[in-house]
């Protein structure tokens, strides 16, 4: 079966620009959830989404975003980019089962210079 | 939130069986335990989830004593391509909120 699919792979902006990044989730999941990664932090919750909902929210500031659409594909967007908004963007999606926890994508690399 | 401790990293070579212990003492009851691996410039792959006792799966197994303050995944036959960080979570599988990435285990192999 299809992954979860993030657009675009790679991404270079300017300081206070925004960025808008996709995902596509596997075919019958309906939650998507946003992660960011970076060499210091780890891994970190951005927000999740199930059917067009958002069902939680990570400690980040207002300009980051999301929404998720009714075939479940969501976005982020990202506004007034930051020099420390560089990281490595996941979508993850699942269908809430024990069994197969959540399908990360590859991600999307931004850069933000 | 369980917070879990894992070794920061750990050898091994191919052909053996790599064992990666991860202590979770303050578990709750609707707790399940999740493992992923991840690949640099990658997106963490799931490797196998357990509530308790024994779970198999074609790739791992996942060991849990019955106080569930601890967990062990278990990699048998390791290859080259094993070589990569591992993570131990510990929260409700349905809510991505409350699933935390510590800073894993690179496990390192060799030939």
């Known amino acids: 079966k299809a992954g979860v699919t993030q657009t675009p792979r790679y991404l270079i902006k300017t300081r206070g620009q925004q960025v808008t990044l996709s995902c596509s989730p596997i075919?019958?999941?309906?939650?998507v959830s946003w992660y960011q990664q970076t060499p210091g932090q780890g891994l970190q919750f951005l927000f999740e989404?199930?059917?067009?909902?958002?069902?939680n929210k990570g400690n980040f500031p207002g300009r980051f975003s999301g929404r998720q659409f009714s075939n479940s594909r969501s976005e982020m967007n990202v506004s007034t980019l930051e020099l420390g908004d560089s990281a490595l963007y996941l979508c993850?999606?699942?269908?809430?089962?024990?069994?197969?926890?959540?399908?990360f994508g590859s991600g999307t690399r931004l850069t933000v210079v | 939130l369980a917070k879990t401790t894992q070794p920061i990293s750990m050898d091994s070579y191919e052909g053996q069986e790599v064992n990666i212990t991860c202590s979770h003492n303050?578990?709750?009851?609707?707790?399940?335990i999740t493992w992923y691996q991840q690949f640099p410039s990658q997106g963490p792959r799931f490797i196998i989830q357990?509530?308790?006792t024994k779970v198999t799966n074609e790739v791992a197994s996942l060991f849990i004593p019955a106080d569930r303050k601890s967990s062990t995944l278990s990699l048998p036959r390791v290859s080259l391509s094993d070589t990569a960080v591992y993570y131990c979570?510990?929260?409700?599988?349905?809510?991505?909120?409350?699933?935390?990435f510590g800073s894993g285990t690179r496990l390192s192999i060799r030939p």
């Open positions: 075919s019958g999941h309906r939650s």
């Open positions: 989404y199930f059917s067009e909902t958002q069902r």
């Open positions: 303050n578990i709750a009851t609707n707790d399940y």
């Open positions: 979570l510990v929260g409700p599988y349905s809510s991505a909120s409350k699933i935390i």
């Open positions: 357990g509530y308790k």
């Open positions: 993850a999606s699942t269908r809430d089962s024990p069994s197969e926890g959540y399908t």
